[in-house]
């Protein structure tokens, strides 16, 4: 701008130098009072010409101020702080597939052998706000869930970095029992106590301490009494975590045991009924569980004991002519070491049951397995399993069943 303005000043000033340079060539010499009116007259103009581009140059000076000065930035702040518009910013979404390959000889020799969809899960946790989230878990698994089944849809209010108290609702698993394990099978432990269920839960989480107690209407009911929310447990854990060793204890309690997916889904005979008589109890059947996780060096000791305080009516669950009173229990070790840059983790497991030969569980497991990550979040494992049913005096075959099984197994 300021080569223009004086682009714009040279044919002024080339004019007036023309102009005096032919008066001198046409006109006689000034006198010396003209010559010194000429020079005051020629002074003036230059000063007009110099104020003149003073000026400009003071305007762009003011303008190149206005166009260099950094954009502020403008943030829409919403009604809570720390808040988002987009909805990619709340929602995190994630899952795992197992692809299984198995052969089995069952108690009467006979062979069979499959490839399963064993589990496709989709995890989508939401972050409605500081004191809000919901989680929704659609799951499938073949020959076990058709169609697609909603495993849980819970929504918590709670924020634990502010206040170690939370509250959720919705359709869960309860937390009755622990249930670890570092094979592909589960452990007979869940296989009897697993529960899921619309339900309400109160607890707290600071420091490694955990607790909390739910309610639920569950399945069964008693005879004479209307159907309402007279199912309830509660449970408490303790975490201990240092670079060193790692410690985890657990101990529950449900007031329910008939209401686990083992025990009111047991259909041994496949026609689709229920084998457990729950639908008029003389009374709720109460349970405990305990679990202990001990971790040091790679190498992992892992136990859970789970039984039920009372006993069935003979007519609901039936055990040798009376009543069962069903427990399960589980004991595992493992190593996990680094064999050519892949995580490989050696386990084994002896399990077993009593009085639940009519819930379709074995009296006896034995377990072994190998599991590599093969990949980032992949996994090859191998599992071999040897089971004992219950002896023919008390309702079973008397004989083993041998399992084979492979699993691909990824996890996002």
Known sequence: MKQT???????????????????????????????????????KEINELKSHLESTQKQLQETNQVVNRPVEKTTTVSSEAGA????SDKISIGGAIEVEA???????????????????????????????????????????TDPINVDSATITLGNLEKLPLYLTAGLMTLPFGGYPTQLISDPLTLEMGETSDTAIQVGVDSNGITGSVFAYNGQS??????????HFGMNVGYTYENPKFNVELGLSYTNALENSD???????????????????????????AGHAIFKMAGI??????????????????????????????????GYTLDIKGYETTLSAAYQGTKE????????????????????????LAVELTKSKDYEVRDGGSGGDENTATMQLAVGF
């Open 300 to 333: 992992s000791v892992m136990g859970e004991y789970l039984t039920a305080t009372e006993r069935f009516a003979t007519g609901e669950l039936a055990w040798n002519g009376s009543g069962a009173e069903p427990s399960a229990w589980n004991g595992e070790i």
């Open 356 to 379: 639940a030969v009519n819930i379709g569980l074995p009296e006896r497991r034995l377990l072994g397995g190998v599991s590599v990550g093969i990949f980032e979040n992949t996994k």
């Open 5 to 43: 303005v004086i682009k714009n000043l040279l044919p002024i000033l080339a004019l007036g130098i023309s102009g005096t340079a032919l008066a001198e060539e046409t006109a006689p010499p000034p006198s010396p009072t003209q010559m010194w009116d000429l020079i005051q007259k020629q002074q």
């Open 102 to 144: 198995s052969h089995v000889s069952d108690v009467n020799d006979v062979n069979t052998s499959d490839v399963t969809l064993a589990t496709a899960e989709i995890n989508l946790d939401a972050k409605i706000s500081e004191w809000s989230a919901a989680q929704i878990v659609l799951l499938y698994e073949e020959g076990e």
């Open 221 to 230: 009911q008693l005879t004479g009494d209307g159907d309402t929310i007279d």
């Open 262 to 288: 083992g025990i009111s889904g047991a259909d041994l005979d496949g026609n689709g009924v229920a084998d457990v008589n729950i639908g008029s109890m003389a009374n709720h059947i109460g349970a405990v």
């Open 84 to 87: 988002t518009n987009r909805w």
